[in-house]
């Protein structure tokens, strides 16, 4: 690991998965044994949830939402990483001198929204303000608190070769729509982040029974780190299907034109569930009834691998490559 | 045909399978060295899984046509100096070019606000606007395809007299390229056919390499990107080497035209001049292989600005890219590669740039 913290330490790909393990998770490991988004305050399975997530994003506003939104919808997110229903948050403002309080306002509304649309309890609040010499932003760090919808236990350790791999939505939107804006690259796109709050929709899928064994969020470093999270130090290898994953034509020209790769782009209102096969047309249907996964497909399985590639990608014209793990930004080429 | 529509019938599985099977059937005999020019090629060859279907019975050679991966550290060197010592600099280029890393680790991505990224030259114009009191350079990177924009960007310095832009000018050119490469391969390294670069050709039209194919005695065929492109390519090719012919055949008609876009070769030759020589990575010194800003523009030209001295930095010494350039050795070949050389730290340019041979390997995973 390289001696000071670099922005590729934030990306949500390899470096930040190894700063983690190798720093903080050593320093500080979690409760009961959780190598999850989220955490259990008891080792019960009816008991309450527990999730701390930070939120800095530049710009603050952005086509489809904003820095407050996001706070919450991600956090009620990562709760249901351990299939937990949002109760509520605390939060922490980080307020930089030259923030317009008007703006402060529509985030802060954006998050009493979010919060009265899923029936969750702001607990406690706490503000500093702090100077920049660029333009004036905000930070906002949650913790989000839940409890348990069902008495199964879900997360990386129940996967196993032979799972399908479903998608919930068409994938990379935050990402590009975000890096369109903040690069401003002019292109006349109506792209506008996914933004949204996964909660109602997969809600039903927890109460009953084993239908998911392992849930996440596929936000920072996109779809391929969720599969290096759960594949890596196991011998799984994810094999994913080009034709299948959902996409939106915009983000689909705007990666293509950009030179990004659509599987480590950012989202946030993107799940990806791990099942047992035959689960798969049952929870598929379920999704279907959702504004926010009538795109949801099984973009592929999970297979027995040992070798050093963990995601294998079987590509349109029937060719395959496999897909490294890499450090790289999202930084587009230059022809 | 409608874009969609287009991009559909191009990865079309079942049509795949039976061009795959036709290149097979061509090359049941012997297998044939194919060199793609362009690093778009490479990069379109491993992503679309295409390089795998053909490693059968095709040895694919990746040539030296990604701009970043053939400029020497010296030249990014200049650049970083050059903002040492003057506070007042902001460089603005292409994203690639911010990864390019010196041995002792310096890069322009790592130079905070002193480093922006801009998609398209014109943005330096609102660059400088926003920055009245700094001295923008725009570090100008490309083959053929991104000379254009520069000119175009140019023009629009000298016709509003913008004093606040200069352009540090790296734009090189295919031919002598082409020729460089060939010259340095012997029998066995060198390749049967090569596939001509396509965006390249939409500027330079593909009537340019009816000489280029004469002079290196090899076919020459100018390819799209889609991988159904690449495959027609690849079988045009072997028939004409299976002939002994060396013909320029353009399969890339719909976007590249005989004489090309004379329109933007006009507005090249209005802006700039061939340099004497100019030093490629993996390559040498080659003559007339790139541009500089003609002697009466030389107010915009950075590198007389600020009267810049050429700089010559070290390569690591197991750095094989040079070999790799030159298709002489593979990624796999290097000792470096996978090990202390990944995308995130790249020792040799060519894992800097996605189009780069050892990237394009990293990222898709190419075991032995």
Known sequence: MSKVIEARHGNGGRMTHELISNMFHRILPMANGSDNDSCPIHTSTDGLVVTTDGHAIDPIIFPGGNIGKLSVTGTINDLLALGAKPLGISAGFILQEGLPLDTLETILQSMAKELKDHDMNFYSGDTKVIQTIEEPGLFITTTGFGTRIGSSLIGPSY????????????????????????????????LQSDVQSLFFMMADLFKEGDLIS?????????????????????????????????????????????????????????????????????????????????????????????????VILETAIGGQRAMAWTNADNLPRIC | MNFEVHRQAESNPKLIKVKIDELANLCTNKRYRIMEFCGGHTHSF?????????????????????????????????????????????????????????????????SGKRAIMVYSALDVINIAEKNPDKEIVFAAIGFETTTPPTALLLDKIVKNKIQNITIFCNHVLTSPAI??????????????????????????????????????????????????????????????????????????????????????????????????????????????????????????????????????????PQCKCPMILLGKSSPLDCKLFDKACTPSTPLGSCMVSSEGACNAYYNYGVEK
């Open chain 1, 159 to 190: 996967v196993k070769a032979g799972m399908d791999i479903i998608c919930t939505g068409p994938i990379g939107s935050h990402g590009v729509t975000i890096l369109g804006h903040r690069n401003q690259f002019e292109m006349t796109s109506e």
């Open chain 1, 214 to 310: 392992c849930f996440r969020d596929a936000t920072r470093g996109g779809i391929l780190s969720v599969m290096y999270e759960i594949c890596q130090n196991r011998s799984l290898q994810a094999v994913l299907k080009e034709t299948r994953l959902p996409i939106e034509n915009g983000v689909k020209s705007s990666c293509d034109l950009l030179g990004l790769e659509i599987l480590e782009v950012a989202n946030e209102g993107v799940g990806i569930i791990f099942c047992e096969k035959k689960n798969t047309p049952y929870i598929l249907k379920h999704l279907h009834n959702f504004k926010e996964g009538r795109k949801a497909e099984c973009i592929g399985e999970l297979v027995d691998g040992s070798g050093r590639a963990k």
């Open chain 2, 46 to 110: 491993f992503r679309s899984g295409l390089a795998g279907m053909v490693k059968p019975f095709i040895d694919l050679v990746h040539g030296p046509g990604c701009p970043v991966c053939v400029l020497p550290p010296g030249r990014v060197g200049m650049l970083l100096d050059l903002i040492e010592n003057r506070d007042d600099v902001i460089v603005a280029t292409y994203a690639d070019m911010m990864r390019i890393q010196t041995l002792e680790g310096r890069s322009l991505l790592k």
């Open chain 2, 179 to 316: 020729y460089g490469v060939m010259d340095l391969l012997d029998e066995e390294t060198s390749p049967d056919g090569i596939i001509g670069p396509g965006h390249v050709s939409m500027v330079l039209g593909s009537k340019a390499y009816d000489v280029v194919s004469q002079k290196i005695q090899r076919p020459i065929v100018i390819s799209g990107f889609e991988p159904l492109d690449l495959i027609d390519s690849l079988i045009e090719l072997v028939k004409q080497i299976r002939k002994n012919k060396n013909d320029v055949s353009n399969l890339y008609s719909h976007v590249v035209k005989p004489l090309g876009n004379e329109k933007a070769q006009k507005l090249i030759s209005k802006y700039f001049e061939v340099r004497p020589s100019f030093e490629w990575r993996g390559v040498g010194s080659l003559k007339e292989s790139a541009l500089q800003i003609k002697g009466e523009y030389s107010a915009y030209d950075c590198e007389k600005k600020f009267n810049l001295k050429d700089t010559h930095l070290n390569e690591h």
